[in-house]
């Protein structure tokens, strides 16, 4: 199928694309890299009168450290900042989680920002932003809000966004420790996860038996990504807490996998990249 018509704007300055999306409000649609928007026009799902093209913003392409977050612009691409020389030391997680995120030459278009715009319950990067307790920056000619990951997030390709904001950045908290894990199941390497963990191990943890306290987050069984925070104080402990996460978050059945699948995964997967995050930590 082929999009129906559309108008195309490019903007010069992100203050012209917050006018354009203050005069076409609804019926305007943020284009980035375009790795799921074309799809989305080309089926149909979307039917925009225009499209407000935001890719070669300058302004909006900068990686930067502000305090303790890194801050990533809406122009930045994924392979970018996968190949940032920081990211390892900076943001260990998302540098285990990056990989994963499609295919070398979708990354090379698809943004950071975009991702997170398109809200897939299985993507990483969405994901790993919600795991570290991470921002998303809007702006429109009303002004300029934050809003944190966890509720930026509400649903199955829905987000707090109003039609005329502009996700101008995300911010990562920058992590302390690399006491990190990050692990999915997809039918194939670059395939949207089935299943996607993350762990990061608390800094501020050891106590006198030992026990220790690992954010979990988990993609692709709810229809946004769940985070907790779970008490490893015994053997068996990551085992009952996945357990009872399976029971919690459901899962849901759709062409690549059933319910059951998901829980079953959730049961199996998460106490091992918990363990490997442990392990980092030694
Ligand atoms: C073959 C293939 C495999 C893929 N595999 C994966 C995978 O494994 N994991 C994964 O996470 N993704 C995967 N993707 C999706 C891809 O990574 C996209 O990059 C990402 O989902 C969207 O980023 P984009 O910059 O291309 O956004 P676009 O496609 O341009 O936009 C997506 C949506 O977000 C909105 N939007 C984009 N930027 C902004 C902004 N700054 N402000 C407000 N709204 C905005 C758009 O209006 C649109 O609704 C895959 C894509 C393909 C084609």
């Not at 992100?14 to 305007?28: F, I, P, Y």
């Not at 979307?46 to 122009?75: C, H, K, S, Y």
């Not at 690992?214 to 925070?229: E, K, L, M, N």
């Amino acid at each position: 199928m082929k999009p129906r018509r559309f108008d195309y704007a490019r903007p010069d300055s992100v203050a012209e694309a917050l006018a354009l999306l203050a005069e076409h409000g609804d019926a305007a649609r943020v284009l980035a890299g375009g790795q799921s928007l074309m799809a989305m026009l080309n089926l149909r799902l979307l039917e925009p009168a225009i499209l407000v093209d935001i890719a070669r913003l300058e302004e909006l392409d900068t990686i930067r450290i502000a305090g303790d977050m890194v801050e990533v612009g809406a122009a930045v691409i994924q392979n970018r900042l996968k190949d940032w020389p920081e990211l390892t030391a900076r943001l260990p997680l998302l540098a285990r989680a990056l990989p994963f995120v499609g295919h070398f030459q979708t990354r090379n278009r698809g943004t950071v920002c975009g991702s997170v715009a398109h809200a897939d319950p299985s993507s990483e990067i969405p994901l790993t932003l919600a795991t570290l307790g991470g921002e998303v920056v809007l702006r429109s000619r009303r002004g300029l809000r934050t809003v944190a990951a966890a509720d930026f997030q509400r649903g199955m390709l829905t987000t707090a966004r109003e039609p005329d904001e502009l996700i101008t950045a995300v911010r990562f908290p920058v992590q302390t420790g690399n006491r990190v894990a990050f692990r999915e199941v997809a039918r194939r390497h670059g395939d949207f996860a089935i299943v996607a963990i993350a762990a990061s191990v608390e800094n501020a943890v050891a106590t006198a038996r030992g026990a220790a306290v690992v954010r979990v987050g988990i993609g692709g069984v709810a229809d946004r990504p769940a985070v907790r925070r779970i008490v490893i104080d015994g053997a068996g402990a990551a085992k009952s807490a996945f357990e009872a996460l399976a029971w919690e978050l459901e899962g849901y059945d759709d062409i690549h996998a059933s319910a059951r699948l998901r829980r079953d995964l959730l049961r199996r997967v998460g106490p091992a990249v918990v363990e490997e995050a442990l392990q980092c930590a030694a």
